[in-house]
């Protein structure tokens, strides 16, 4: 074992000699390598140079997952609420740029647009986007929302269970023009299919939608917005219009809005099999407040109720929402709300329920 050890130790001592040993280069040698120095450097910044070219045109990469447990008086869920992606990028520097985003819960796009942007007065998108309708639906973000579930007043005439059965999930496919005047109000102007998301249209009936919006300061913003259209092949009605009023600030969010509209579908108060057609008229209005109390937590309260038929105010559903969010850190939030469901009571359009009903449910949000 000795004589291992004074062999290994003399393999390490004479390459240290064969370096002492070793005569200096000369002033050729290290021009040489100082030049192949130089070369090898030029190569690599030109490679970041093509790498930073190339990086320009590629897409940000974001997203989030929202995973949620509900609970209710007749079942109780596991759910994978939303999983998106998102893509964006600039294709013209500061003119003109696009987004993708996909949905992986229900696997759909959600965003296929391009939006040139020429000046701040006058921008135009194209593809399938955001119906510019409420002021809900143009600053709602789920990843970032107080509440679990969006309003009844807007799933019903404007999101994805509208009572004219078109699955829009809020959005459309369509031109918009939009922009803002002397940073004190801002418009936009849209020609859509009617049809919803990733569907083509039924008809030859194109609908519009305009929204204009008052901000009088960076947080407060007046709103109103219109919107007529047909809807599937028999091309019935399908008009919207709102108003609302929303104050966003560092900690206090105040928001509402009344959202009515007339729709044209079966009646069903009629004893007839083959249900007739009727125009609906719907009015609807919710208000909520969030506030956060400490610099990771936050409280919200909402109150929204929806007369689905002016005719019958026993149509009427009113949810009673509490909610308290949490965020430990940047890019994850947990959030637990109660809702207090409370149905009219026995009607056409409600014939499964009777009374009120409690509901429970937890979210988290992970976001990248």
Known sequence: MKYIFTLL???MICPLFAQE???APSLEELAAKIGRLEKNAERMEKRAERWDKIAKHLPEISGYIQLLFDWNEDKTDFSI?????NLQGDLLKDKLDYRLQLEFASPKIVDAFVQYHPMNELNFKTGQFKIPFTIFNTSFKPASYEFIDTPTAFSKL???????GVNGANRDLGFNVNGRLFNLISYDFAVLS?????TKDSNNHKDITFR???HPMKALTVSGSLYSGKSGADKTTRDRYSAGVQYEGTRLILRGEWIGGKTGMADLTSEEEIKPLKEVTSSSWYVSGAFRFVKKAQVALRYDTFLQDTDFNNSRQTNYTMSLVWNPVKHFRAMI?????????SSPFFLHFKGGNNRI???VTAQF
Do not use: H
């Open 361 to 363: 449910g937890v979210m």
């Open 158 to 164: 404007v999101g994805g269970k509208d009572l004219c």
């Open 212 to 214: 204009m919006g008052v």
């Open 81 to 85: 609420k939303r999983a998106r992606l």
């Open 21 to 23: 040993n070793t005569p």
């Open 194 to 198: 009617g049809s919803g998301i990733n």
């Open 337 to 345: 709300n109660y809702t207090y469901v409370d149905y009219a009571g």
């Open 9 to 11: 130790s003399l393999l």
